[in-house]
């Protein structure tokens, strides 16, 4: 099975900007949407945005404009841009494949049992 490690958070001020890596072994991504999440301590996990195989990006409401996902397959990596933080967005962050599907589908934003999960890098928005 696929494993996921996350990377890039850390501790921001206001209006700054971090990159979040997600790097998978033991098997790829490429054909694979990969969805980014974030949890905030004693509540569900966030769905942030998702990237499909073919490239095709989208995003939460609370995100949009802010944040923009990529992709390097020759890297077997998938990237998280964020700028232009918030204190809103202090979360830990995840990425996530279900290793099947090439799309994001309409429910991308949503928790699946049987997802791949890494152990997440927290991002603080703070002064």
């Known amino acids: 099975q696929v494993q996921l490690v996350e990377s890039g958070g850390g501790l921001v001020q206001p209006g700054g900007s971090l990159r979040l890596s997600c790097v998978a072994s033991g098997g790829t991504l490429e054909y694979y949407g990969v969805t980014w999440f974030r949890q905030v301590p004693g509540k569900e996990r966030e769905g942030v945005s998702c990237?499909?195989?073919?490239?095709?990006?989208y995003y939460s409401d609370s995100v949009y404009g802010r944040f923009s996902v990529s992709r390097d397959n020759a890297r077997n990596t998938v990237y998280l841009q964020m700028n232009n933080l918030r204190p809103e967005d202090t979360a830990v962050y995840y990425c996530s494949t279900d290793m099947w599907s090439a799309l994001c589908g309409a429910k991308w934003a949503t928790p699946r049992p049987h997802d791949v999960w890494g152990q997440g890098t927290p991002v603080t928005v703070s002064s």
């Open positions: 990237i499909a195989a073919e490239g095709d990006t």
